[in-house]
């Protein structure tokens, strides 16, 4: 069983930048492919990035493609998304989320993701 803990979320202003985090406080995440995610009030979750295990390959949306930068520390069971020149419309709740799906390319879809974190707010300020 995966827990995952998201953090580093938080209020910016448009143009500025966050760092998320997400930990798994128990299990190990190295041999998982990990993806972000994200939702607005009214909306289905959304695609925003993803790392196979070992970090081979990554994926980003074209929404945040050249922003947005998805890494991770398999030392310390972490992955990270590096947000940068934030923009309002970029506000919602951010997940991330686990799967057992190892090969390239990481998967998109909400489906194929076991674990999930509660999340962590996001909010950018125009």
């Known amino acids: 069983q995966l827990q995952l803990v998201e953090s580093g979320g938080g209020l910016v202003q448009a143009g500025g930048s966050l760092r998320l985090a997400c930990a798994a406080s128990?299990?190990?995440?190295?041999?998982?492919?990990v993806g972000w995610f994200r939702r607005t009030p009214g909306q289905e979750r959304e695609f925003v990035a993803a790392?196979?295990?070992?970090?081979?390959?990554?994926d980003h949306s074209e929404s945040v493609k050249g922003r947005f930068s998805i890494s991770r520390d398999d030392a310390n069971n972490t992955v990270y998304l590096q947000m940068s020149s934030l923009k309002p419309e970029d506000t919602a709740v951010y997940f991330c989320?686990?799967?057992?799906?190892?090969?390239?390319?990481?998967?998109?879809?909400?489906?194929?993701?076991?674990?999930w974190g509660q999340g962590t707010q996001v909010t950018v300020s125009s």
């Open positions: 989320a686990a799967s057992a799906r190892v090969h390239a390319p990481p998967p998109r879809f909400t489906e194929l993701y076991t674990y």
């Open positions: 128990s299990g190990t995440f190295s041999s998982y492919t």
């Open positions: 790392i196979t295990w070992r970090g081979v390959v990554t």
